[in-house]
């Protein structure tokens, strides 16, 4: 159970606003290794603690306004 990888999206601002389901910060990993990773700009943050990346996540998907580019993911 532990190894399952979590994969998990929250849709940010930016896609909130523009109904984009693509603009997504991503949560990934198992263990103790778990990241998040914007779509829209790239931006990535790491955590060992599953409720926490979840958090900076959600946190971040709430406040960036950044846009995949067209035919890009
Ligand atoms: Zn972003």
Request: net charge positive; charged share 20%; glycine share 8%.
């Amino acid at each position: 159970m532990s190894n399952t990888p979590v994969s998990v999206r929250y849709l940010t601002l930016a896609g909130r606003a523009l109904a984009d389901a693509r603009s997504t910060v991503d949560v990934t990993g198992s263990g103790t290794s778990f990241t998040y990773r914007c779509r829209g700009c790239k931006a990535t943050g790491r955590h060992s603690y599953e409720p926490n990346i979840h958090k900076d996540a959600q946190d971040y998907a709430a406040a960036c306004r950044a846009l995949p580019r067209p035919g890009k993911s």
